[in-house]
T-cell receptor, first 117, second 106 residues
């Protein structure tokens, strides 16, 4: 069973640029969530996708967008990068049951460290 | 949203039990209480979750108050590898708070 993988591991961008981060879910999982973790802080929920549809969103501006593909892998896109976007971006997958608001265990990837200069 | 309160930090001696408290007074009646931990330089990892009854697994125990407004994660014998930030998450969409940083002393 393959765990959650993320790419790239590290990334350096400049202000105003756009970035795409990728996540491969654990086999059999249909839900993916993205988090931003600034240094010394807990992960902040960005959004969640369930079967290719956005299923919840945290307090992040529209320049943070995502996609979930039919194979349940996912992308996080950030436009117009700002210095404060520098953080560790974590992806987590889980298997959610249809019609339930109570989700099962999430499995996290190792994260992508984004630095915005 | 459910508001969560955890101590910023706690210390324990190796091989002693640790009780990590969490207050979640506005938790929804149908939401599970999840606990995750994050070891240094790693992504968070699942520890345990429960709804109303106390739960046990190989890593820890979870004691849930009868009114569900608080819970306690219990590590029965802390080891040095248990040093991490522990997050209590009482929401379906996994919104993390600041967590409790647990230090384990040899």
């Amino acid at each position: 069973e393959t765990g959650v993988t993320q790419s790239p591991t590290h990334l350096i961008k400049t202000r105003g640029q756009q970035v795409t981060l990728r996540c491969s879910s654990q086999s059999g999982h249909n839900t993916v969530s993205w988090y931003q973790q600034a240094l010394g802080q807990g992960p902040q929920f960005i959004f969640q996708y369930y079967r290719e549809e956005e299923n919840g969103r945290g307090n992040f501006p529209p320049r943070f967008s995502g996609l979930q593909f039919p194979n349940y892998s996912s992308e996080l896109n950030v436009n117009a990068l700002e210095l404060d976007d520098s953080a560790l971006y974590l992806c987590a997958s889980s298997l959610a049951m249809s019609g339930s608001g109570n989700y099962n265990e999430q499995f996290f990837g190792p994260g992508t460290r984004l630095t915005v200069l | 949203d459910a508001k969560t309160t955890q101590p910023n930090s706690m210390e324990s001696n190796e091989e002693e039990p640790v009780h990590l408290p969490c207050n979640h007074s506005t938790i929804s009646g149908t939401d599970y209480i999840h606990w995750y931990r994050q070891l240094p330089s790693q992504g968070p990892e699942y520890v345990i979750h429960g709804l109303t009854s106390n739960v046990n697994n190989r890593m820890a125990s979870l004691a849930i108050a009868e009114d569900r407004k608080s819970s306690t994660l219990i590590l029965h014998r802390a080891t040095l590898r248990d040093a991490a930030v522990y997050y209590c998450i009482p929401t379906w969409d996994m919104r993390f708070g600041a967590g409790t940083r647990l230090t384990v002393k040899p």
